[in-house]
């Protein structure tokens, strides 16, 4: 018998213990019982947004510029925001760091599955009031659990139709999406769109004032598993994104082999067809030339120009761009 398969007791070993528990006389501790066992499910995927991340952040940079649009233009106000990255945590640790009062927005948004939520801190909404009625955006703080005033509620309203628009355009180059308010709470810990152990993805916008103690921000908080029955929709738009710069690539190489006819054009002159039938060899005609040649290329105009000499040959310096000029 090789030693890999070698008894680690021997005979006399394994009978005397069966003696002693036939016996009763093995009343010591039996070793690991009644150890705590952790449940692992075998068939549980492994929690990761892998490529969709990329899609979720290309949805906040989309929402970042269209918000901070519409907050200009219909709230006057300019904040300092920056765009929100994806972070993948679990609901329970989530939702127990935001404090109440703040405007706790639950929503459906279809065809995404289950509940969207949508957490405005309160001093964005304090922000934007003073701002509304032609003051700073000074700090408020707010220990007490109150219901927001009236103002403070048509402020909400306005900043939630503002996020609502912004996010479905944010949402278009993927899915068209249709957003519908639930509720709306005060109190984060009456807004169960999870368990505690479920995993969501929480999109933070975070805002600066000039008061660096407070930290106002804005959340949009997905279900993990609402973006995870997207994932095919959201990676399939990345992969024809990097299809279309490849395409892009290739044809700007293409065109950059193309041929055209360049022409400087130093000046013109108006003459009649019996004055041209007139000339012969030797004649001058005289003419006030601009002050700088006009090239054209296919015979549209596109730069202004100098002409010279560089060496032995006659040069032209690019002096401006019509076209941008013109747009």
């Not at 989309?62 to 300019?78: A, G, I, P, Q, V």
């Not at 957003?179 to 995993?199: V, W």
Request: charged fraction near 25%.
């Amino acid at each position: 018998m090789s030693e890999k398969d070698a008894s680690l007791l021997s005979d006399d070993e394994l009978a005397a213990i069966e003696d002693m528990v036939a016996s009763g006389r093995l009343d010591s501790d039996i070793f690991n019982a009644n150890v705590d066992a952790e449940t692992f499910a075998i068939a549980r995927n492994e929690e990761s947004l892998g490529g969709s991340s990329t899609a979720i952040f290309q949805i906040n940079e989309r929402f970042h510029r269209f918000f901070r649009n519409r907050l200009l233009t219909e709230l006057d106000y300019n904040p300092r925001m920056a765009v929100a990255e994806p972070k993948l945590m679990k609901y329970d640790e989530y939702i127990h760091s935001v404090h109440s009062p703040a405007s706790i927005n639950i929503t459906e948004m279809s065809p995404l599955k289950g509940e969207i939520l949508f957490i405005i801190h309160p001093q964005v909404i304090f922000s934007c009031l003073d701002n509304w009625y032609g003051g700073q955006a000074r700090p408020l703080t707010v220990t007490e659990e109150r219901p927001f005033t009236s103002n403070e509620n048509a402020i909400i309203d306005a900043l939630c139709d503002l996020i609502f628009q912004s996010m479905r355009e944010a949402w278009s180059p993927y899915v068209e999406v249709d957003i519908r308010p639930i509720n709306r709470e005060i109190n984060p810990l009456f807004a169960n769109i999870a368990a505690d152990d479920e995993s969501v993805v929480v999109n933070r916008f975070a805002l600066k004032l000039q008061d660096e103690s407070v930290d106002p921000y804005i959340d949009v908080v997905y279900t993990y598993q609402s973006l995870n029955l997207q994932r095919d929709v959201l990676r399939s738009r990345i992969q024809s994104q990097e299809a279309d710069e490849n395409w892009l690539t290739r044809l700007h190489s293409s065109v950059g082999d193309v041929d055209f006819d360049l022409l400087v054009s130093g000046g013109h002159l108006e003459t009649t067809v019996e004055q041209l039938s007139k000339l012969s060899e030797g004649d001058i005609l005289s003419f006030n030339p601009p002050e700088t040649a006009q090239v054209k290329v296919n015979g549209f105009p596109l730069y202004e120009a100098n002409v010279g000499i560089k060496g032995s040959k006659v040069a032209i310096k690019i002096e401006d761009n019509i076209m941008e000029r013109e747009g």
